[in-house]
Each structure stands twice: as structure tokens, then as C-alpha cells.
């Protein structure tokens, strides 16, 4: 009794300490359900973390809401002939959050050792970060590898060329963070984070509440010269239970609500053609916009699992003949009420190509031409049933599948899994018949093409189909040291065909974001990350 009693009374407080500090101020109040775990940039993972991060931090550079690079705390920048040697010249007008660190002065400008001291740091097998990845690819010698000539000037060098990497430099795992924070704050720093972000960190109490106040020494500023952000403050309440977070919502206690993980409320605020109903027009809008996520079916195709497993997935008329007999539209209207865009492309989504509206041209619904496909794979002699490895929350969508594969006289089962021995099952190459989906860790065509690169077989990378072809890896390595983004988008092109025609995956989809916002809020962009740039974001008097 006395220890809830206790969280009640620092509750009250907290509420009321909120109340006095930002009352009458443009807030921008949201739920994030699956909680923040740290606002270390080193541990920027999951996307609740990143969020928090993506308000305090900056990087070298930033993306816009159509996935090109832009200026952030680098304002220009120059790559050497042989994509190896990436030069930047650094603004002169960033500082980082007032803090304690900084000793009298409170603040300090950042500069370029700064940069090469957090990408450093991310290196670190101390700091174990997961983002170390995006700098496996620097020079052997760190020294040279990460060079700061002066405090205006950052020299990044790689081993070989990889043409994704300015665009991998965005990632919140490259922000900059000061020395003299991290060494007094240590571990604590997750919770102490000092950026230089639109935002500073006001008060955090894990579980409960996060405010975080506007940065008035913010860099960044508007096309009319008016300082960044607009808002006085972000408010992150930490409600796990699904019920009470979409209720806030509708009553109008939240501004904003990310997509409908829990499936339950989809019926309750859309209607089967995905739009709002009309109950909630009159204080509530709905923004979508297409999201770095491909949900395939993945076939186990290499010559192993044809004999450790005697199924049909290995052969190769079997595979598109699975293909041609999905109704890809009628799964979209009927399961997920017109949330995402048909697979009818390749592998990639068809918003990273530039120069090609549609993606690249790939299966349709042609049951006919399936039934043809399975008779020539032989599979109509002996039909014995294929497991479908799936997890629950895809139960309802691989049912439809498992019905429209029978329509043409392949025999499904499903096995069901929890998400974590599924993962494992795919990892370790157990599944021969499985879904799966790819979010992109970077916004460029590679990310998904690398998924059937030999050399990233599972456990060593992400190639879980274990497909391997001599054409596509000797393409995919070209386009690694093509500097011109047209011909090396020809080449993406080519691979993602040689992958249709070849078909070790099933697209299904690609996936859209939802974002409800209350009719307060303007000026919030949608980008394919699905990452709220709140810096331009408006909300207006909730007395209105």
C-alpha cells in the first residue's frame, strides 16, 4: 500500500511539475507503447528508441521526405573518384544542449574530432552497439580511417567503394555526441543524453513520461529564416495496453497515433477501402504514405535443402507457379482494408527507384498460368502437403494464402510459431517454405538486393533463401563500384528481374504507414522510414 501510495504522490508531482512548465505552450503529445529504452544514439535499434533520438540528435547529414540526402551539421561534402574518400566540410554555428559536462560555459561547439569520436565510440566492442555495422566497410587503419585535419573538416575513408554509405551516414547510430558527456555520465548517459538536436531532454521517468523542450540554439532554420522547431515541446506518455492508447487518441488527450499494430482497432477506425469512417472526420486525419517494408514468402531453393528435404519449394516452376496464384489486390482490400500496396513488383519497393514509377514489372494473379506452371513442375504426380512456417499475428493472411495455393492444387499446412523460435527456424535454414518481411536499414535499392547475395547466406547475413547465382552476384558486385546513380539504378533493375524470374521469394506486399493525427497538428510530413520530422510541426491552441 505505502509503495503505491508513494508512485501516486511522485505521479502527482511529475504531472504537476509538467503542467507549470509547459502549460500554454504548442505540445505535441504522443503514446509510445513498446517504451524507450535508451537515448544513447549508440543503441538507436528499435524505432520507439529512435524516435526519442531523432529529437535530441543530429548527423553529418539528414534525409528528406523523398529519401534524398541533405545538409545537417555537414553542410557540403565531396567523394573522391574511386567512391572511397568521403571529405565534409562542418558548419560552425552547432552547439551542443547546455549541460553541467561543458564546465562555467555550459556549452560547447561541436567540431570535427567530435564526429570522429562517436563514430569511434560506435566501434567500441565495450559499447556493443548494434549500429556497428554501418562502419564495417572504413579503412583498416583507424587513424586514417577517420581523420580530422581541423575542427571544420571530417575525411572518412573506406576500403572499397559502397555508394549506399552517404545515405547510410543519416542513421541516428552516426549522431554526434561530446566526450565530456559520455565520460561523466557513463552508462547513465542512455538517460542523460546531451545532442544537438531541435529538442533537449527536460524529464524522464521510465514507464511513465518523457518531455523533452525545444532547443533554443537549435542550427536549422526555416526557409523564411525562423528558427527551428516551431514547437515548445514534445510529451511521450509510455501506455502499453493497446485499448487505452487508441482511446486517448480518439478523445483527443494524444495528437498523433503510428499505424494499428493491434489489428483489433483497424475495423474500428477504418473502413474496408482504408479510409476514416466517418464518425471521426470531423477531429481526426488520416495520413499514409508508402513504408521500407516488403512482406515475401521465402523459399528454401538451394541444392542442400532439396535433399535434406525433398520438397517441391526447390523447383523452380513450383516457385512461380506460387507466384501467379496469389490474388495480391483481393489480400489487400479483404485482410488488411487497402494498408499497402500489392507485390506485384520485384523485391524492392518501387519508391527507391528514381527513374522508374512502377518498380519492375512482376507477378499478377493468373491462376491459369499457375495450374500450367504446376503441371510442368510435376508436382500434380505425387501431391503431398508443404509447410507454410509462419507466426500468429500473420495467421489470418497465410489462411488466405493457404486457400488460394489449394485452388490450384497445391496442399499448404500451416505451423505456427512464436516470433522468436520462427526467427530461428528461418536462421538456422529449418523452414524451406516460410514468411518473412524486410524493413531497410538505409534507403537504397542494395538493402534488399543483398537478401539473395551468396556471400550473405544465413547465419552471416541475411540471405535466408540461400539462392545463389553466378549473373546476379557478379552484378550486385558491379553495382557496388558504380559511382553513377542512373547506371547503377540499370543495374538494381537488372537484379531485381533476374531475382522475379528466378523467384526464391514470393512478394506479397509492400507495406504503407498510417499516421492519425489529431486536426490540431499540421505540418507533419510522411517519408518512407516512417520517422516524424517534428522540427516543422504545428499545433494549435487546444482551445480552438
Known amino acids: 500500500m505505502r509503495h503505491t501510495?508513494?508512485?501516486?504522490?511522485?505521479?502527482?508531482?511529475?504531472?504537476?511539475?509538467?503542467?507549470?512548465?509547459?502549460?500554454?505552450?504548442k505540445v505535441f503529445r504522443y503514446n509510445e507503447p513498446?517504451?524507450?529504452?535508451?537515448?544513447?544514439?549508440?543503441?538507436?535499434?528499435?524505432?520507439?528508441?529512435?524516435?526519442?533520438?531523432?529529437?535530441?540528435?543530429?548527423?553529418?547529414?539528414?534525409?528528406?521526405?523523398?529519401?534524398?540526402?541533405?545538409?545537417?551539421?555537414?553542410?557540403?561534402?565531396?567523394?573522391?573518384?574511386?567512391?572511397?574518400?568521403?571529405?565534409?566540410?562542418l558548419r560552425n554555428d552547432v552547439f551542443f544542449h547546455s549541460d553541467p559536462c561543458f564546465g562555467d560555459?555550459?556549452?560547447?561547439?561541436?567540431n570535427a574530432g567530435d564526429f570522429v569520436y562517436s563514430f569511434r565510440r560506435i566501434l567500441d566492442p565495450t559499447i556493443a552497439s548494434p549500429g556497428k555495422w554501418v562502419f564495417s566497410n572504413l579503412e583498416e587503419n583507424l587513424e586514417k580511417a577517420l581523420e580530422a585535419p581541423n575542427d571544420s573538416v571530417l575525411i572518412i575513408r573506406l576500403r572499397k567503394s559502397f555508394p549506399p554509405f552517404l545515405g547510410m551516414l543519416a542513421m541516428h547510430y552516426c549522431s554526434v555526441v561530446p566526450k565530456e558527456a559520455v565520460l561523466k555520465y557513463g552508462k547513465d548517459f542512455r538517460m542523460h543524453p546531451v545532442g544537438t538536436g531541435p529538442f533537449r531532454l527536460f524529464i524522464w521517468k521510465e514507464g511513465v513520461k518523457l518531455v523533452v523542450h525545444k532547443n533554443p540554439d537549435y542550427f536549422e532554420r526555416d526557409e523564411h529564416?525562423?528558427?527551428?522547431?516551431?514547437?515548445?515541446?514534445?510529451?511521450?506518455?509510455?501506455?502499453?495496453?493497446?485499448?487505452?492508447?487508441?482511446?486517448?487518441?480518439?478523445?483527443?488527450?494524444?495528437?498523433?497515433?503510428?499505424?494499428?499494430?493491434?489489428?483489433?482497432?483497424?475495423?474500428?477506425?477504418?473502413?474496408?477501402?482504408g479510409e476514416l469512417k466517418p464518425e471521426f472526420r470531423d477531429r481526426i486525419y488520416l495520413k499514409r504514405s508508402a513504408f521500407l517494408n516488403t512482406e515475401y514468402l521465402g523459399f528454401l531453393v538451394s541444392d542442400t535443402a532439396r535433399e535434406a528435404y525433398q520438397s517441391p519449394v526447390t523447383n523452380l516452376f513450383f516457385r512461380q507457379a506460387v507466384n501467379y496464384a496469389l490474388d495480391r489486390k483481393k489480400m489487400i482490400h479483404y485482410l488488411r482494408n487497402n494498408i499497402g500496396i500489392p507485390g506485384e513488383n520485384g523485391l524492392?519497393?518501387?519508391?527507391?527507384?528514381?527513374?522508374?514509377?512502377?518498380?519492375?514489372?512482376?507477378?499478377s494473379y493468373n491462376p491459369a498460368k499457375a495450374k500450367e506452371?504446376?503441371?510442368?513442375?510435376?508436382?500434380?504426380?505425387?501431391?503431398?502437403?508443404?509447410?507454410?512456417?509462419?507466426?500468429?499475428?500473420?495467421?489470418d493472411l497465410c489462411e488466405f494464402i493457404q486457400h488460394q495455393l489449394h485452388e490450384i492444387g497445391i496442399l499448404v499446412q500451416l505451423e505456427v510459431n512464436p516470433p522468436g523460435t520462427h526467427g530461428e527456424l528461418v536462421a538456422k535454414c529449418q523452414a524451406p517454405f516460410f514468411r518473412k518481411s524486410w524493413v531497410a536499414d538505409y534507403p537504397?535499392?542494395?538493402?534488399?538486393?543483398?537478401?539473395l547475395y551468396s556471400p550473405n547466406f544465413t547465419p552471416n547475413g541475411p540471405n535466408y533463401t540461400l539462392f545463389s547465382n553466378p549473373d546476379f552476384d557478379r552484378i550486385y558486385q558491379a553495382s557496388l563500384q558504380e559511382v553513377s546513380d542512373q547506371k547503377r539504378e540499370q543495374m538494381y533493375a537488372a537484379l531485381d528481374s533476374l531475382a522475379l524470374e528466378q523467384a526464391p521469394m514470393v512478394v506479397l506486399y509492400y507495406d504503407e504507414s498510417l499516421r492519425f493525427l489529431n486536426k490540431r497538428v499540421k505540418q507533419l510530413p510522411n517519408n518512407p522510414l516512417n520517422l516524424p520530422d517534428l522540427k516543422r510541426c504545428v499545433v494549435e491552441d487546444r482551445q480552438r
Open 5 to 25: 501510495i508513494f508512485w501516486l504522490g511522485l505521479l502527482l508531482l511529475f504531472s504537476c511539475k509538467e503542467r507549470n512548465s509547459i502549460s500554454d505552450k
Open 34 to 89: 513498446k517504451g524507450i529504452t535508451s537515448l544513447d544514439p549508440a543503441y538507436a535499434r528499435s524505432m520507439s528508441n529512435t524516435w526519442g533520438i531523432n529529437l535530441l540528435f543530429n548527423g553529418l547529414v539528414q534525409l528528406d521526405s523523398n529519401l534524398q540526402v541533405r545538409p545537417a551539421i555537414a553542410k557540403s561534402w565531396t567523394i573522391s573518384e574511386d567512391g572511397k574518400t568521403y571529405r565534409f566540410l
Open 105 to 110: 560555459q555550459q556549452r560547447r561547439k561541436v
Open 225 to 273: 529564416n525562423q528558427a527551428l522547431p516551431y514547437l515548445d515541446a514534445v510529451s511521450i506518455t509510455f501506455v502499453s495496453d493497446a485499448q487505452s492508447s487508441f482511446m486517448s487518441f480518439v478523445q483527443g488527450k494524444t495528437d498523433f497515433l503510428n499505424g494499428l499494430d493491434d489489428g483489433s482497432y483497424k475495423d474500428a477506425i477504418l473502413t474496408r477501402s
Open 348 to 363: 524492392v519497393p518501387p519508391s527507391l527507384y528514381k527513374n522508374r514509377k512502377d518498380g519492375i514489372s512482376g507477378y
Open 373 to 395: 506452371l504446376l503441371q510442368k513442375s510435376g508436382y500434380l504426380k505425387n501431391p503431398q502437403p508443404v509447410k507454410l512456417y509462419i507466426t500468429a499475428q500473420y495467421a
Open 444 to 451: 537504397d535499392a542494395e538493402n534488399y538486393l543483398s537478401l
